[in-house]
C-alpha cells in the first residue's frame, strides 16, 4: 500500500427531510445571535423562509447572489453585514450562494450554516472564489469551510431536471479526480467510489420522477460525498480545464463538467487505471468502456452531451487548449497542448469516448 497523509476536517451535518428547521438550533449551538440569510434573487421565497424560521436570530437578508461570486455583490454584502451588526452567515441555495457566504467569511471569519440545494458540493469544501474583471481567483482558507450544513432533500424537489442530471455530474466529477489527485488517500477513494455509485443510480431516477424521494435523498448523499472527496483530496485536469472553460469562456459551470468528464477519465485511463477500474465498478460497466458508459449515462440523461451545444466555438479551441496548459494542475497522465486540443475537440463535437493511449 502507498503511504499516504489523510486530514480531518471536522464540521456538522444534519441529513433528513424536514431538516430545515433545524436552522436556529445550529445557530444556537454556535453561540450565534444574528445570522445574515443569503440566496439568489431567484430563490428569495427560501431566504424568507429561513429568516421566518430564524425569528429573532435573523440579522438580515441578501438575494443578490450570481454566480462565480461577482467582486460587487461581495462588497454590497459586506456593507450589509456591518450594517446590520451581523455575527454569522446561513446561504441557502447552490454553490453560488454558498460561494457568496465564503468570499464574505473570508474577510470576518464569521461561521457558515449552509443549506445546499443543488448538488455541486461546495458546502463541504475550503475552497473560496471571487471573480473581478472576468478573472475568477480561487483559494483554500478552513476559516470559509461552513461549520455545519443541513442536508434537507425536499429543498432539491424544485430543482430543474436539466440542473438536477449536470450538478448531479458535477458531483460524480468532485469523486473522479478524487480518485486520482496528487494526495488521494484509501479513505476519499472509498468515499468516492460511493458516491460515483449512488449518483449513477439515482439520477435516472429523478429524471423519471422529480418527486422520487428516496432517490432524492440518494443523489443529495452522493453530492455530500462528492464534496467531501473535493473538500479533502486535490483536483488534477478535468477540474483545470473546466475552471478555463467557465472562466475564460464563460460557460455553465455544471454543464460544461458534465460534457468535459467523460473525456478526461479516458484521458487519465493510462496514468490512473485502479481509478479506472473503481469508476468502471461505481457505474456497473466493463472497465475498458467507463468513459463511454458514463456519455452513454449523460446521453440517456437529455443533457448536452458537447460544447457546442453550451456554446463554446470551434475557432477558440486553439486558445483555451494553450491557457489550459500553461500552468497545469497535478494530472496523472503527462499533460500535452496537442493531446488536450484533441481532448477539447472531441468534447466539442460529443464524440463518445474512448480508453485513449497518451
Ligand atoms: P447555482 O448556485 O449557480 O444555482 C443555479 C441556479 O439554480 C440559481 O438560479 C439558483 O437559484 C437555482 N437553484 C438552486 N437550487 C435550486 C432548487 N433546489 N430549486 C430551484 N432552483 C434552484 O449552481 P451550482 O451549480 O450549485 O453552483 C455553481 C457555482 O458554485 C459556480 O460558481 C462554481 O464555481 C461554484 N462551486 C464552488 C465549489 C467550491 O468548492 N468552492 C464547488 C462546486 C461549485
Known amino acids: 500500500m502507498e503511504s499516504f497523509v489523510y486530514e480531518v476536517q471536522a464540521n456538522r451535518v444534519i441529513f433528513g427531510t424536514g431538516k430545515i428547521k433545524k436552522v436556529q438550533f445550529e445557530l444556537k449551538k454556535l453561540g450565534r445571535k444574528r445570522g445574515l440569510v443569503i440566496s439568489t434573487q431567484e430563490q428569495s421565497e427560501l431566504a424568507e423562509k429561513v429568516q421566518s424560521l430564524l425569528s429573532n436570530l435573523c440579522g438580515g437578508v441578501y438575494t443578490k447572489a450570481r454566480q462565480h461570486v461577482p467582486l460587487d455583490t461581495v462588497e454590497e454584502a459586506l456593507k450589509l453585514v456591518r450594517k446590520q451588526n451581523v455575527d454569522s452567515l446561513i446561504p441557502v441555495g447552490g454553490g453560488s450562494s454558498i460561494g457568496l457566504a465564503k468570499a464574505i467569511a473570508l474577510h470576518t471569519s464569521f461561521p457558515i450554516v449552509a443549506i445546499p440545494t443543488t448538488y455541486a458540493g461546495s458546502e463541504m469544501t475550503p475552497i473560496w472564489g471571487i471573480t473581478e474583471n472576468g478573472l475568477k481567483k480561487t483559494g483554500k482558507n478552513l476559516v470559509v469551510k461552513p461549520k455545519s450544513v443541513i442536508y434537507d432533500p425536499e429543498l432539491t424537489y424544485t430543482l430543474p431536471s436539466r440542473l438536477t442530471v449536470t450538478s448531479g455530474m458535477n458531483a460524480i466529477a468532485h469523486c473522479v479526480e478524487g480518485l486520482y489527485a496528487e494526495n488521494a488517500n484509501p479513505i476519499m477513494s472509498l468515499l468516492a467510489e460511493e458516491g460515483i455509485r449512488t449518483l449513477s443510480l439515482s439520477l435516472p431516477k429523478i429524471l423519471a ?97 458537447s460544447l457546442k451545444e453550451i456554446g463554446m466555438k470551434e475557432s477558440d479551441l486553439d486558445v483555451a487548449a494553450k491557457i489550459a496548459t500553461e500552468t497545469p494542475y497535478y494530472n496523472p497522465s503527462p499533460i500535452n497542448e496537442r493531446a488536450i486540443r484533441q481532448l477539447l475537440e472531441r468534447a466539442y463535437k460529443g464524440i463518445r469516448p474512448q480508453l485513449v493511449n497518451i
Open 209 to 305: 420522477d422529480p418527486l422520487d424521494t428516496n432517490a432524492r435523498s440518494k443523489a443529495l448523499y452522493g453530492c455530500w460525498l462528492g464534496g467531501t472527496v473535493l473538500g479533502s483530496v486535490g483536483m488534477a485536469l478535468h477540474h483545470k480545464l473546466c475552471h478555463v472553460l467557465g472562466g475564460s469562456y464563460n460557460l455553465p459551470h455544471a454543464e460544461t463538467h458534465t460534457v468535459i468528464l467523460p473525456h478526461v477519465i479516458s484521458y487519465n485511463a493510462n496514468g490512473a487505471p485502479e481509478a479506472i477500474k473503481v469508476i468502471a465498478r461505481a457505474i456497473g460497466c466493463d472497465e475498458n468502456d467507463a468513459p463511454g458508459a458514463l456519455f452513454d449515462l449523460m446521453n440517456s440523461l437529455e443533457v448536452p452531451i
